[in-house]
């Protein structure tokens, strides 16, 4: 079993009093049972809960109150968690000073042994903590009685041994049992050969040997990098901006001019782990709620520029981070008080009707697109639908043959969104019935993929340019099969379509 599980039950047994003793050995009389009151317990287990709240996320599985989980499948990790994590926060105070410092040693030395990469300095120090552990908790628990011999588990003494297998064997945590669980299911699920699993299961772990120890000797030849969502937008340096988003209007007001800002809920870090805003973690109820936000706040615009790495001369009242905006900040947007009847004028009202069971059932009658709508807040026809779309492949090809075309939409520049809004909200007015374009950012993002997937190379050029080089005339014949007999340079725009032909 896993030796985080067996120290913490011995000491939650010793604490509780529900250890085997015999007469006149009672709990009542032991000075370390601080939990032979059920109340006391209760409270503890109490405060355990509460506290997981205040756990990253990062930090998997949160521990369960132990009052009441205890007998009932409480794993391995929450045990980890709670003893070795809340427990000497939690028990300050409610153990006697000499437990209390005890434990304390137990639990460092843990943490220090827990580690993936361990110094000299540490593993010193861990091994005189559990060395120092063992023989205290001989002197205090077990006080050399023969009746309270059992108290000595093999596992107290195991963990004099941790450090000198460190230096055999490498980190316990690269061998220990979660680290054997895990390989033995990963090596289970590549048996191929049902009729002989024994010599195949042997063969693909000798496999894997060998492929780790190619990757440990020519690190470039692990290709494997953590993807991020079609939405994130990469800053860079390992820092990237994850949904939901919303518009800062508090920054707005404060700053009194017309700046188009967003705000992100989250934000993922290097190390891997993902920082939330208080922005959306109000919004959930405290039980769902993960307090990872131990992030130092840059005060001025001096560090934002020096962190996502914009030019020195950067105007912070009109800088763009990402696809914060998509038009000129001075452009004029209608106002919702002129099309009170528009149900989707912000994103999130779009987010609460998706979540609406009503809206679920009824999400068939507004078409492929529910959040398109005219300015009486009527579903747009399929016709309409399928020449908004056909106007976007037609823009999407401008940005092709302006070399504008972006791998993924979230990563579109500055000019080529200002060239697809300009177009398209000049050929269909119902994109600009929102309150900062996100209908046609959210369309885009969407169905770009796909037409990208099909039409353009990894290179961002035509997949074949030979049949490509007639589809902007294919375009023009579409919109004049539509009965809209303009040539496609003057659908686009003089002024955004350039000199390219």
Known sequence: MHLAQLLSDLLLSLWRGTIDHTAPDHPSTWPWAVFWDVNAWQAHGAAVAAAAQYLPGSF??????????????????????????????LLYSILPQPYWLNYCRLVRGFRLISQHSISTTDLRAAHTCFVEWELDFELLYYQRRAECLHFIRPCVHSVSHLASETLQKGPPICHSQWTMERTIGNLGQEIRQPSNPYANLSREGVRRCQVNALKAMVPELDESKPSLPQTAVDLGNGYALLRKRGAARAIQEYLGVDVKIRRWARLRLPNGQTAR????????????????RNVKKMESFDNIIKVLQLPNDTDPLNFIIGNITTRDANENRPDHNLYPKVRFWLRCDYDRWLDDPVAQRTHGNRGTAPYLEDENGCPISPATLKSICRGCRGVWAELVVKKLAPPTWARLCATGRKLVHTFMEKEFPLFRLDADGWKLSLLCTTNYPNWRKTHIDNESNWKNSDKKKSLRNTVAEEYQQEGDYRPIQDVLGRSIHGTAR
């Open 60 to 89: 998997d599985r949160k521990p369960r109150n132990p009052a009441k989980k205890i007998n009932t499948g409480y794993k391995t990790w929450e045990f980890q968690m709670y003893i070795f994590g809340l427990g000497p926060a």
């Open 277 to 292: 805003t208080l922005w959306r973690e109000t919004q959930k109820p405290a039980k769902q709620v993960c307090v990872s």
